[in-house]
């Protein structure tokens, strides 16, 4: 089953949570925003103060674009070369950042839990990170174009970029679930769908994931149902895109995706998974008018009560 809302015609106005005057601490869970690959922390800095609006004290872990070149030290690393590279410890520093930031954010409600905001990377980084150090002080996790699922094994042309990473987290890291201690959200952007690079490509792929019956609470939600996507078409542009997708991501160029991430690698079985139409993978390079990405404010307005809950 998948739940198709319809298109969001109004502006929603902000739900924002209150502080308590005697205790000075926020009623809604603090949230912490974890970076994606290649970004730094400047770059969440508008979807910080956004969050701020709707009463959501949040923390951005301290990353420079500069500290990703530390993941260079897996170069030395046997398993990178076998593609059985391993989050730990080439990764550790990112965990030491989060971790720090985590510690800053439970200081809005001590005692209390909190969610993480994983945008691209961070949102597998994050999983990594509860399966190590524990999850019991997070009560969501929610992702924002993170490619969960490694590319498939065997086909031409494809590419493990992570050397074995989202591997050992699809085989190490707990499963997703959606229940009342702990719930994971996965938002994934239809803004382009991709073309093979030679041949016909003018089809309307539904990206989707297939929902377990078994599971009624993973479901697919598609917001906006493609109303703003960019049209299916064999542009040199979409064939370009389509090979990102089916090399670096999903073994497959016919399919939706926010530009960067495509649409089935983004969403997690026992997940609540949502599609969010016509939105861009990253804030580099967006624009909140032509090309939205998941922490611009009209954006965010689609998923913001999952932080209110």
């Not at 229940?179 to 093979?196: D, F, H, M, N």
Request: proline content about 7%; aromatic content about 10%.
């Amino acid at each position: 089953m998948a739940l198709v809302l319809p298109p969001l015609k109004f502006k929603l106005k902000p739900i924002c949570c209150s502080s308590s005057p005697a205790t000075s601490h926020f009623q809604c869970r603090p949230a912490v925003i974890l970076p994606g690959l290649g970004n730094n922390s400047g770059d969440y800095q508008r979807l910080q103060l956004t969050l701020k609006d709707y009463g959501v004290p949040t923390v951005v872990a301290e990353v420079s674009r500069f500290d990703w070149l530390r993941n260079a030290a897996g170069l030395v690393d046997p398993n990178y070369w076998r593609a059985t590279l391993r989050p730990r410890p080439v990764l550790d520093w990112y965990f030491s950042r989060m971790n720090d930031a985590i510690q800053k954010a439970k200081e809005f409600t001590p005692g209390g839990k909190l969610s993480l905001i994983g945008h691209s990377a961070g949102g597998w980084l994050a999983r990594v990170y509860m399966e190590e150090f524990g999850s019991s002080d997070i009560s969501l996790l929610l992702t924002l174009g993170t490619p969960h699922l490694p590319p498939p094994k065997g086909l031409p042309w494809v590419i493990d970029q992570t050397r074995g990473l989202l591997n050992y987290v699809e085989k190490q890291c707990s499963k997703a679930v959606y229940t009342p201690e702990l719930k994971y959200v996965c938002i994934s952007g239809r803004y382009i769908q991709g073309a093979r690079f030679f041949g016909n490509s003018n089809v309307d792929v539904d990206s989707t994931v297939a929902i377990d019956t078994d599971q009624p609470i993973s479901e697919v939600a598609t917001v906006d149902n493609k109303t703003i996507s960019t049209a299916t078409s064999t542009t040199f542009r979409a064939r370009i895109v389509g090979q990102g997708y089916k090399q670096q991501v999903c073994g497959q160029a016919d399919v939706w995706g926010d530009g960067v991430v495509p649409e089935v690698s983004a969403h997690l079985e026992g997940a609540l998974n949502i599609s969010l139409d016509g939105v861009y993978h990253s804030p580099v390079g967006s624009d909140d008018a032509l090309r939205p990405w998941y922490g611009s404010p009209a954006v965010v307005e689609k998923w913001i009560h999952h932080l209110l809950d």
